[in-house]
């Protein structure tokens, strides 16, 4: 590389610039683990609920089966 120094910070730099949300980034690394399984479990609940509702609509889930046939 030229024989420049690596530093931790140039890699938060290059992902802000990409566009990553540091501060969201920053707020789950302060979760405890405990805490951040709870919130997988919220958000896969929410997934849940909406993958049902949009079945109820559909008739059917659009992932696994065919639409029914008219």
Request: glycine share 8%.
């Amino acid at each position: 590389m030229g024989g420049e120094t690596y530093k931790p910070q140039d890699a938060w730099e290059r992902a802000r610039l990409d566009g990553v949300d540091i501060d969201q980034l920053e707020y789950l690394l302060s979760l405890t683990p405990s805490e951040r399984i709870t919130r997988h479990e919220q958000a896969l609940a929410m997934v849940r609920k909406l993958r049902k509702a949009g079945s109820d609509l559909y008739g059917h889930d659009p992932r696994t089966d065919q639409p029914p046939s008219e």
